[in-house]
């Protein structure tokens, strides 16, 4: 027997099939974020490594930093994606190659699309709140939408929804016909849910996303599971709605979309489709960084059509040198789905 079929139809195995409704509880890793902060990283992990088109998930603090520099990031680049930065306590100065200057505070969405490169540096402040706590997000954009101009957008006004109990920021998205005031590119979801003690409430979901909740304080109850701050607990996909109960004060954000079918490449601060893409975007930001850019345009790409990282640019107002990109990896770097 041959198959006939003049395009087969191609079946990508990505190790586990959609099961509707589950809970799978994803662990942590201890990652360093520049000289002073350890962040919990909950996405990607092994076995996941998206919700939606969320694709990174770090989780930090609260930290006591009245005596430390707290967060610095020195500059850095992006490609093929959009940082979603959200705090629960104290603030970040954001700065980027677009001339982008502001002070991202608790409860202020901070929206950053690389698409085609951007660079940006993020630091507390001097002087800044004792207290540091927040949430640093990546959406990966779709393939069409990945090489689009760089854009940045502070919203200060978010939507929110009350209910007895409870209350829910919209970041991104659209819940219960509330809708964020931020640009996305595939359909999502991204809510901040306070919950105070003995509230029992029931947020509505699309049936055909896949969700996830990372829990940031307290000890909130979903689905009937009790979760613990710094966790990051996979639904599945296939629920209308989740049942989110709180014997004490907790807060959590829901992460959700449709789930992503394009596989990338996600190395260092790029995302892309191909390892030489990957390539390209570090060759051409460590030029920059050496001033090597402009002079030799050292980046002809791969062949008509090929994805031209850049220029990145550099981000005026941060006192001291951007970041280097790693080595890259001794072995090819490949697309991956969004499970393994
Ligand atoms: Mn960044």
Known sequence: MSNIAAE??????QGRPDAGPVRELLPARAVPLGESTVVRRLLPTMGRRMVGSWCFVDHYGPDEIAREPGMQVPPHPHTGLQTVSWLLDGEVHHRDSLGSDCLIRPGELGLMTAGGGIAHSEQ?????????????????????ERERAPSFDHHRELPVLREPGATATVLLGELAGARSPGQVHTALIGVDATLVSGADAVLPLEGDFEHAVLTVSGAPEVDGE???PGSLC??????STLRLR???????????GIPF????????????????EIAAARERWQAELTGEAEATEMVEATGSGA????????VTGFEGPALAAPPLPPTPLRPRGRTR
Request: charged share 15%; with cysteine.
């Open 8 to 13: 087969p139809a191609v079946q990508v195995c």
């Open 124 to 144: 507390s402040p001097d002087p800044h709140s004792p207290m540091l706590h927040g949430a640093q997000l990546w959406v990966a954009l779709p393939d069409g």
């Open 226 to 228: 009790e979760l613990q």
């Open 234 to 239: 996979y639904l599945g996909t296939g629920r």
């Open 246 to 256: 709180a014997a004490t004060p907790s807060r959590l954000l829901l992460l959700g």
């Open 261 to 276: 079918t394009e596989k990338i490449v996600m190395w260092w601060n790029f995302i892309a489709r191909t390892g030489e």
């Open 307 to 314: 994805f031209r990282p850049g220029p990145f640019g550099a």
